[in-house]
């Protein structure tokens, strides 16, 4: 499946408890050699949601939060559960998702803003960081379930991201590494973001940066709480609301189903077939 052309395979384990190993989920995600993905998702049971949604990036690590993954797999369990509303827990805490038209509306939780919750290495002003990498300077700071660096510039085509993103992800002022976005302001409500992910490098989309834009400009003073995201892969609809949960509203699209054969045990147990 894919959000705006974030995409993934999503790997049903509710039943067998299926355990992707760092090694299965980098395979499953080679484009030349296994299926394609920005991310692996497998589905779990949950004790206190519908269902678990584990989010594994293009390099096997692990993460929290992943927006374009919670609305594909909400749009999967509405679908099977012939209803309106989902709980789909993560390792960021519990997403409630919806029907909105024929799209998906998920509220992706608070913001975190303090220093400490990002993380960042030292504490600082979080509105503006204290970062200059290659012209690209004072970022705003968000953690949406993961950390993102949200630069503002004057136009996100003239930035070399290719080259910036993974200098920045990877800087030591910020232990967990982080996606980084650019943000142009385009018009009222309207900005132009593109993202560099950390685990999965450029993207189409990045529901989670989305979310972090849409705080970081309102932080910024550039929009009133919502905007409409222009991402490479299409539009998301965003608004931070007065109860401080972010809302995210998009599209979600069936690529194709099938059964991937792997050269190797993608468990770490016997040789098997997943489907």
């Not at 790997?11 to 991310?39: I, N, W």
Request: glycine share 12%; charged share 25%; net charge negative.
């Amino acid at each position: 499946m894919h959000g705006l052309g974030n995409d993934f395979v999503i790997f049903d384990g509710r039943e067998d408890r299926f355990d992707l190993s760092p090694d299965g989920a980098r395979f499953v995600a080679d484009r030349h050699r296994g299926v394609g993905c920005d991310q692996v998702i497998t589905l779990w049971p949950s004790n206190v949601g519908d269902v678990f949604m584990r989010i594994q990036n293009a390099d096997g690590s692990e993460v929290g939060a992943c927006g374009n993954a919670t609305r594909c797999v909400a749009h999967m369990m509405l679908q099977e559960f012939g209803a309106d509303k989902i709980t789909i827990e993560t390792l960021a805490g519990l997403l409630h998702a919806e029907r909105n038209g024929q799209q998906v509306r998920v509220d992706m939780g608070e913001p975190r803003l303090d220093w400490d919750q990002i993380p960042l290495a030292r504490e600082m002003d979080t509105e503006s960081v204290e970062l200059v990498v290659g012209g690209l300077g004072n970022p705003v700071a968000v953690n949406m379930g993961n950390p993102h660096a949200i630069f503002f510039v004057d136009s996100v085509d003239g930035i070399d991201l290719e080259e910036l993103g993974p200098q920045i992800e990877t800087h030591e002022l910020f232990p967990e590494r982080a996606n980084v976005s650019i943000v142009e302001k385009r018009g009222p409500g309207d900005l132009r973001l593109r993202v560099w992910e950390r685990g999965a490098g450029i993207t189409q989309a990045c529901g989670s940066a989305a979310c972090a834009a849409v705080v970081a400009a309102s932080r910024r003073g550039l929009v009133e709480r919502a905007a409409a995201i222009e991402l490479d892969g299409g539009t998301l609809v965003m608004a931070w609301a007065e109860d401080n949960h972010v809302m995210m509203t998009g599209d979600v699209a069936y690529v194709f189903a099938g059964h991937v054969f792997a050269p190797f045990n993608l468990e770490g147990h016997d040789d098997r077939e997943r489907r």
